[in-house]
């Protein structure tokens, strides 16, 4: 998901939500969040809420570590992130081997893939219907570069954006033929938007896993903090119950555990 772009600082939002462990130097560490992606992330108010959120809070808490969690938007998380301003990233992040060049990332924690989403009445029931329709997608995304690779990175019927938000509004009002971003996100929004009559498209065949993962600078000393702290709460259970409450099923931790 998501992309890398260079961006001025003036406008980042200083919303954020604190919470205190017990670190052995009382530090608390900086995290950066994009807090438009729900369910995983967005704001409720002047709070930061979704399953990232409740999962890192009870990863920080097994880890004993203080935290404040700052909603940047993405574009500065990433760069922040980069410069070692902040201590990780917290933004459903994708793990991939481009982005590792720039990031180190902690073990996967969540498990992921692209989705389609449609006007009821539509033709598209697959990937590779995309071609020679319109499509949108945010910017830089994973989704961005499995449309590339399907429809052409120059080709100028795939519509790209700063948002996925951006990206449903374009095909809400006819602007293009399809939407393609993270499963979670375009479920929410279809679920959310019910008059609508969107429909949601899976193809596992052209649409692989992804695994998300915590966004470090490289060489941070976090990712051997946290990696175990991960681990404990998948295995204790705590993982379930917080991926019950946003996502009403059981997850598969057997998948996560195994991921690398």
């Known amino acids: 998901m998501k992309k890398v772009v260079m961006l001025a600082f003036a406008g980042l939002m200083a919303l954020s939500v604190t919470a205190c462990g017990k670190s052995g130097s009382g530090d608390v560490y900086k995290i950066a969040t994009d807090a438009n992606y729900a369910p995983m992330e967005s704001m409720d108010k002047d709070k930061i809420v979704g399953f990232d959120v409740d999962f890192f809070d009870a990863v920080m808490k097994q880890a004993g570590l203080k935290y404040k969690l700052t909603n940047t938007g993405w574009d500065p998380m990433l760069d922040t992130v980069s410069k070692g301003d902040y201590d990780a990233g917290l933004s459903s992040v994708s793990i991939t081997d481009e982005r590792k060049e720039t990031y180190d990332f ?144 059981e997850p598969n931790t057997a998948v996560l555990l195994n991921a690398k």
């Open 106 to 249: 902690s073990v996967p924690y969540f498990e992921s893939t692209n989705m389609i989403l449609v006007k009821e009445g539509s033709d598209i029931k697959s990937a590779l219907d995309l071609k020679g329709k319109k499509v949108a997608v945010q910017s830089s995304t994973t989704a961005d570069t499995l449309m590339s690779d399907i429809m052409g990175a120059t080709n100028l019927d795939l519509k790209k954006f700063e948002s996925n938000t951006l990206a449903f509004l374009e095909l809400d009002k006819g602007g293009v033929d399809a939407a393609v971003a993270d499963i979670a996100i375009v479920k929410e929004y279809a679920k959310n938007n019910p008059n609508k009559k969107f429909v949601t498209i899976e193809d596992k065949a052209n649409f692989g896993a992804e695994f998300y993962g915590i966004l470090y600078p490289k060489g941070s000393e976090l990712k051997a903090k946290l990696d175990p702290a991960i681990k404990a709460v998948i295995e204790n259970g705590k993982y379930a119950e917080i991926y019950k409450k946003w996502f009403g099923e």
